[in-house]
């Protein structure tokens, strides 16, 4: 069982990196991209490093709009996390599965399927899905409305716990001599029949060796935590700064108080951008490189989206000129209130704050040497408003392999980071309960 003293860290895999312009620099693997030898020579990076997880997000839609859209997600998640179950041995396995599209059924035998192959290593994480692309291709004409879509995943995640527990490996028997392949008193049908789905069950694959695999969620806002609230072991976070993480932190335990197990605890890993150096200068160097590939064009369109406001012949090298309050702002508060954080600590300029939104878009992001990143990152664990993040590499391989290679030993040798894989399975790994 993993010290519950020390951090969970897990690793976001993405295309060649988080960072817009990573498939640009010379080292990047984007001829890689679509190939399964990728992500499994990542994993195992992220395994010697001992980290908990690997986890893929999904966007199930592909528009290709532009010459530089990135077909991030060439490769179907749980399809990619099997063939990077066979090189490794310990990392957990994390796959994003959306409620809107999916069916329960097959969603939880493939989990289940995936978690018994790996004995138990499987975690998923479940989303509502975010754009009217998306829909497009699952036979419907736009996104269904919010309160919909999280009425039907509060419905699947409760469906997909009875199909997780629908009956345990011991009732197959197996006995030649009395003729018995299983008690079928001990596999009962769930009737499952409600708002959005029916199904008879039970599931056709036994409970997993964990008990049932680890289910995360990432949705910020209030419906997505309230989500959290009654279904997750784990929640991903957004935090810029320790402002909204302990925000974040207070919102998620008041909404799990007015829950039927209001004394349940959910682990919370904010998201984590980090460029390190044997110096300081070292590691700016590092981001610059990458801020200076960034397409300035696409970028400002982006930022114009956020701030719902043409920012096209703003000048680069100029400070940002005053925003709009909260109070004021009539577009998506969530990504706004942390541009008005990212400028409130930072005071940067317009392509410094473009650099900053490229890789992670608004996450913790972290420069400097070891010692310096991990004194924060001890600071967030030690506040008690983060037990673990979830690392968002600007650039892959070479990001991973800095922060293996400088913060895990740094992390390691005070104590907040193990040395070795002591358990088997992903709920170990994270020191979740067991579901017996």
Request: hydrophobic content about 40%.
């Amino acid at each position: 069982m993993t010290n519950r003293n020390q951090l969970n860290i897990g690793v976001l895999l993405y295309g060649c990196g988080h960072h817009q312009a990573a498939w640009l620099m010379p080292d990047s693997a984007i001829k890689e991209i679509g190939e399964s030898r990728y992500y499994q020579r990542l994993a195992q990076i992220a395994e010697a490093g001992r980290l908990d997880a690997v986890f893929f997000a999904d966007n199930q839609s592909f528009p290709a709009n532009n010459s530089t859209d990135l077909p991030a997600f060439w490769l179907d998640p749980l399809i990619n996390l099997t063939a990077i179950s066979q090189v490794t041995d310990h990392i957990g396995l994390v796959s994003t599965i959306s409620s809107t599209f999916s069916n329960p059924y097959t969603a939880a035998r493939q989990l289940l399927s995936l978690d018994h192959v790996t004995k138990g290593r499987v975690g998923w994480n479940l989303v509502t899905s975010m754009t009217d692309w998306e829909a497009l291709n699952h036979g419907m004409d736009a996104l269904p409305p919010r309160e919909e879509r999280y009425n039907k995943a509060n419905e699947f995640a409760a469906l997909m716990e009875k199909l997780f527990l629908s009956w345990d490996q011991a009732a197959f028997l197996a006995n030649r001599s009395d003729n018995q392949l299983i008690d079928p008193e001990c596999i009962q049908v769930i009737d499952h029949s409600e708002a959005y789905f029916s199904v008879k069950g039970p599931l056709s694959t036994p409970r997993s060796p964990q008990g049932k695999p680890v289910a995360m969620q990432a949705g910020a806002s209030e419906e997505g935590v309230a989500l959290a609230a009654k279904h997750a072991d784990a929640v991903y976070s957004v935090s810029w700064n320790f402002r909204q993480a302990h925000a974040f932190r207070e919102k998620l335990h008041k909404k799990i108080t007015q829950t039927e197990s209001p004394d349940r605890k959910i682990k919370i890993y904010p998201g984590l951008v980090t460029y390190v150096g044997k110096t300081r200068e070292e590691a700016l160097a590092k981001k610059a490189e990458l801020d200076e590939k960034l397409p300035v064009e696409n970028a400002l369109k982006q930022l114009s989206f956020f701030l719902q406001q043409d920012c096209s012949t703003w000048d680069l090298e100029a400070k940002i000129p005053t925003l709009p309050s909260i109070e004021e702002f009539s577009g998506p508060i969530g990504r706004y209130r942390t541009i008005l954080e990212i400028i409130e600590d930072t005071d940067p300029t317009l392509k410094e704050l473009l650099g900053y939104l490229a890789a992670g878009g608004g996450h913790l992001t972290l420069i400097g040497t070891p010692e310096e990143i991990v004194d924060q990152l001890e600071f967030w664990f030690n506040e008690g408003v983060a037990d673990g993040f979830n690392l968002m590499p600007p650039s892959l391989p070479s990001s991973l392999e800095d922060f293996v290679d400088m913060i895990i030993p740094e992390l390691q040798k005070r104590g907040l980071f193990k040395d070795t894989y002591t358990g088997n399975t992903l709920r170990e790994h994270l020191g979740v309960t067991k579901v017996e």
